[in-house]
Structure formats: C-alpha cells, structure tokens
C-alpha cells in the first residue's frame, strides 16, 4: 500500500521526544528486512569503541520514581516492524519511554528494520505466515481509514483503557480516528508537521522583519508571507523564495480544511470547498510572480543550501530535518538558523497546522497486543511528567545542537499545532485516492494551472474512489 508515497516527515530521521524517540534508522540489506538492535559498536577506521545506548545515571534514579502503576508483562518480547527502532543506535540517548518499558514492565523492543516503501508488503507477509509483529507505526496517518479497511489491524480497545486518566490527554485524538467506535490507533500526542525554515543573517541583510517578531506580533500570516516573498524576489538574480518538497500540502491545511477529510466515520471530499479555492488561488499568484524556486527548470531538484547561501528566503519542511547535523548545515551557520510554524490563514477561524501523530497501532494476528498497549502506557505515563520534560531537553541540545531559541520555537509551534492540528486523508484511503490528488493539488503552484481547471478534471473520479471505501467502511463491524 502507498508504495509511491515520499518518506513522510514523522519517520524520515530522528524523533525525538517522549512519543518514542529514535535515535536514528537502521539499514537493511533485504526487501524483508533484518532484525537488529542498538549494541556496542566498533569503529573499522580507529578501532574505538561506541557505548551502547543509555542514560546518565541521575536520569534513571529519578526515572525511578515514575510510572510504579505500569503493568509487568508476562510476554516480554514487543516486536516491532518499521524503517526506523525505538532502540537508539548505539553511543546515542535512550528515550525515557523505553528505559520505563524495560525497568518497570521487564519488556523489550525487538525491531524488525524494513524498507519504508514496502512495510505494507512485509506487514501483509507476516499476517498471512502467523507472524505478524506487535507494533506498527500510526505515524504515516495511512493506517486509517484504508489500511483497517484492507483487514491489517485490530481494535485496540481490548488492551487500552481510552477513558482512563491516564489516556485522557490524547482521548479526542484519538476519537476522531475510530471507525464505527472502535479505536485501531494508539495515539500518544499531535506533534509539530512542517516548518518555515530560514536564515536570520539573511532576513537582517534585505531589510526584512523576522517571521518570530511577526508571529509575536500575531501578524505572522498568508499576507505578511506574501510581502517578504515579493519583496526579497528576484529571478535575474537567482532568488527565489520558496524551495522544498513539502510547502503544497502543508499550506494548504492552514486553511483548516484537508482536500479529503474523515468526520464521523466517513471520507469527505473538500476540492470545491471555498478554503481550499483560497489556497489555490494563493498558490497560483506565487507561480505567476516567480516566487517558488523553479524546480521544472532545476531536474526536479530541490537545493537547501541555497537557504544558507541567502539565494532562498525559506525552506518549508518537517522539523525532522533540523534533527539532522548533515542537514541542518545546508541552511547556515547554527546561529543563523530558525523557523516558524506555516503563516496563518486570515480568512479562517482558528490558527491551523499541518500536524503528525505518535504512536503506533496493533497488527491483525499480533502475538503480543499487551506488550504494546504496555509501551504506550509508558509512553503517556512521560508525556507530561516535568523531570522527562528536562530530561528531553537536554538531550536535544546535546545531540542536535540546538540554540535555545530554536527550542522555545518548538514547543511555541508544538503547542499551537496541538491547538488547532489538520489531518490530510487523502494519503490514507489507497493509491487511486492517493494518485488522484497529490499531483493535481500541487499544479497550480508548480504549473500555474488554475484550480477550477483541475477540479473539473478529478472531482468525479476522487467522488467515486471515496463512495467506494465509504461503503466499506459502514460495512465494518461496529
């Protein structure tokens, strides 16, 4: 399923937080995938030594002290099928979720690394040979609705409590995901999608205000945007303001309405909605000023270091990418670097965002449910927990070298993400849904192609793909 989809941004590098953070992705060498986990490792250059993954000493005693209610398992192996490990690779932190789940549930992580491109493929394998794992990612929002449809997970409600005080934080989340009543997500947070990447030293040398002061200001909007866009654009110089591969589908949803929503258990088909004419019509005059980078012109390719150079005025892109040393470096010296959440759309009502989720959902078959409503269990047991809190932050300053300011921006954007978060469906019905959409909602800002045009091409045919899951999904067993 979803073979053509990109690598999405919440699986893409390192997570961090209490959701599950990985320190990094694994390789595997198969399509079926290997089994590994985070050991000592030795250098083949210097013959040094890497120590296995853990935390400071001061860390697990106070780790102590939380979480005394978390059940012990009887099945101690939780298996784990996905591009990425909850075992960070080794000399990098433990995530305090993970330390909870090993000390106080006696479990253990085992991760079957696969291909992103083909875990449906190895997941539906796995079902059909009796050895389907216990944990699958929710992050990719595809599992729901067309995944639960195609029969590959089972209701978590056996094994979590949604009511409890424990999981009452992320209960309206996770309602607004359960088909017929029942929940196939154990979501343990919203968390930050895509950000407004830019230079500071930039911004500063053409005269412009910086995105921070504007959203203090709650100014930071689609028309404040548009001005610093048109007013740093200049095509015989090469300078252009807006390159990447994620800016269409994230500033759409600022609008606060998805191209194909999920409410009450069915799929709704929002092309001729008025917000997302607004967005079209917006994307369109971006084209037809020269303000995106002209990737047709470029082989398709996107250049992040054109950001650091001051040839590009922002970057859009999953905040993953500023967990990434390699990456991060294309944008500028560290100083310089900041961002800000997508611009607000002043013709809604509320401040909108594109948003991800964390946490993962039980496979059909799976041998040892338990183990992972126990994981998730001490995921939400850090989720507000204030020594976690410190403990996260200073692992993110310590690994990824983050300014404090960038830090501040994150929960700033994190909280108001959390607020108001949108969810696109059309990513997660199948790949007629998926083939329909993508490209066409992006023509008017890559091809300047009025959106009329291309409603007029899809509506009919998307109206037919969601009818036809719809009727699948009344059909399932309430």
């Not at 409600?157 to 309206?172: E, H």
Request: aromatic share 10%; with cysteine; hydrophobic share 35%.
């Amino acid at each position: 399923m979803m073979k053509k989809r990109i690598l999405s941004a919440a699986l893409a590098a390192v997570c961090i937080l209490s959701a599950g953070a990985c320190a990094g992705s694994a390789k595997t060498d198969s399509s079926s995938g290997t089994r590994e986990a985070a050991a000592t490792t030795t250098s083949e250059t210097t013959g040094t030594t890497t120590p296995p993954a853990t935390l400071k000493e001061e860390d697990k005693e106070a780790i102590k002290e939380i979480g005394d209610d978390l059940p012990v398992l009887e099945n101690k192996t939780v298996k784990l099928l996905a591009n990425f490990d909850l075992n960070p690779m080794a000399g990098k932190p433990k995530s305090v979720a993970l330390e909870l789940f090993e000390t106080k549930c006696g479990g253990r992580i085992e991760t079957e690394i696969c291909p992103w491109d083909n875990r449906y493929d190895i997941l539906a394998t796995r079902i059909v040979a009796d050895d389907a794992p216990d944990m699958f990612s929710a992050e990719d929002l595809d599992i729901v609705p067309g995944a639960v449809i195609s029969g590959k997970f089972m209701s978590m409600d056996p094994y979590i409590d949604y009511d409890s005080d424990l999981w009452a934080p992320t209960k309206k989340l996770n309602d607004q995901f359960a088909i017929n009543g029942k929940h196939y997500l154990g979501l343990t947070s919203t968390d930050v999608g895509v950000v407004v990447i830019y230079n500071k030293k930039t911004i500063a040398e053409n005269g412009l205000k910086d995105p921070v002061e504007l959203l203090e200001e709650d100014n930071w909007t689609w028309d404040t945007f548009y001005e610093m866009m048109t007013s740093f654009s200049n095509a015989a110089e090469d300078k252009y303001c807006i390159d990447g591969w994620e800016f269409e589908n994230a500033f759409a949803v600022t609008s606060g309405v998805p191209y194909v929503d999920f409410k009450d258990g069915r799929l709704v088909n929002n092309l001729e909605h008025e917000m997302i004419y607004a967005v079209q019509e917006y994307m369109l005059n971006l084209k037809r000023n020269d303000l995106p980078a002209p990737k047709d012109k470029r082989s398709w390719t996107v250049y992040p270091e054109m950001v650091g150079s001051g040839k590009t005025l922002f970057y859009p892109q999953g905040i993953y990418v500023l967990y990434e040393p390699t990456n991060v470096t294309a944008f500028g010296d560290m100083e310089d670097i900041m961002f800000v959440p997508m611009p607000r759309c002043p013709k809604a009502d509320e401040y909108y965002l594109p948003a991800v989720v964390k946490g993962f959902a039980i496979p059909a078959g799976a041998k040892n449910p338990e183990g992972t409503a126990a994981y998730l269990d001490c995921v939400m047991t850090c989720r507000d927990n204030e020594k976690v809190k410190e403990i996260e932050h200073d692992q993110i300053f310590n690994d990824y070298g983050w300014t404090q300011e960038m830090y501040d921006m994150f929960l700033k954007t994190r909280e108001l993400t959390d607020a108001h978060p949108v969810f696109e469906y059309y990513k997660a019905v199948n790949d007629d849904v998926y083939d329909c959409v993508l490209n066409p909602s992006k023509e008017s800002y890559n091809q300047a192609v009025p959106w009329s045009q291309t409603v007029g091409e899809i509506k009919y045919e998307l109206q037919t793909y969601l009818d036809e899951a719809n009727e699948k999904l009344a059909a399932l067993e309430g």
